[in-house]
């Protein structure tokens, strides 16, 4: 069963909202306490108590406002997700169509795009071979197995056809990483866990120990 939250007076909690800031501004005022000695240490402490008094009695204060705001703006997010959802799953399919289609169609182009590159290779080290053997019978031996050598060493020519997907539709290419054996990684690809080191500082105190690493502790006043 859902409860119902009262409507509220936005005009209200506007005015109540500036009392306070203005109520705030006033206090920090009147109550800043510079700590120099054992007195007004016990002065900026109760100083500090008399905050947290105040920061409560705001929250309370607001607390029904901003669950009637809540409320009212999850309302409106379900409204706009129920209206949004057709098209968002249709949009997800459609996506997914176009990236197998698109996956498929790169495989097939690479492909072609390879076995140009190779045809044209052999096509012009056959040419070069027919160049040398004239070269040869006119003579010139030194100048033919030089052409030659150089045509069966060549890279194959770069060959790039039209991408007809692309022609159609836009991409967003991103990059992802897949980590085949940790312990080739260079250093400077590896994190510390700071997350961990801190659990391991907390349980631990004073006697944490992690090589390469410095434990220190910083002590906050709380009210």
Same mark, same amino acid.
């Given at each position: 069963m859902t409860t119902a939250i009262p409507e509220v007076s936005i005009h209200d909690v506007t005015a109540l909202a500036e009392r306070a800031k203005s109520d705030a501004i006033t206090f920090v005022e009147d109550n800043r306490v510079e700590v120099v000695d054992h007195a007004s240490l016990e002065r900026a402490a109760g100083v500090r108590r008399q905050i947290g008094e105040k920061l409560k009695g705001i929250t309370a204060t607001l607390a029904q406002p901003k669950a009637w705001a809540y409320g009212?703006?999850?309302?409106?997010?379900? *409204?706009? #997700? #129920? #209206?949004? #959802?057709?098209?968002?799953? *249709?949009?997800?399919y459609e996506a997914e169509s176009i990236k197998h289609y698109n996956d498929a169609q790169t495989r097939a182009r690479e492909t072609r795009e390879r076995e140009l590159a190779d045809r044209r290779r052999r096509d012009e080290q056959a040419r070069v071979i027919q160049e040398a053997a004239t070269l040869e019978r006119q003579g010139h031996g030194a100048l033919a197995s030089a052409l030659v050598e150089d045509a069966l060493t060549a890279p194959a020519p770069v060959v790039v056809l039209v991408d007809e997907v692309r022609a159609v539709v836009k991409f967003r290419r991103t990059w992802h990483h897949e980590v085949t054996d940790a312990e080739l990684v260079p250093r400077e690809f590896l994190t510390p866990d700071d997350s961990k080191l801190r659990k391991h500082a907390t349980n631990m105190q004073g006697t944490a120990h992690v090589p390469g690493v410095r434990f220190y502790y910083v002590d906050e006043p709380i009210r």
């Open positions: 009212v703006h999850r309302w409106f997010c379900s *409204l706009e #997700a #129920a #209206a949004k #959802a057709p098209y968002e799953i *249709l949009d997800k």
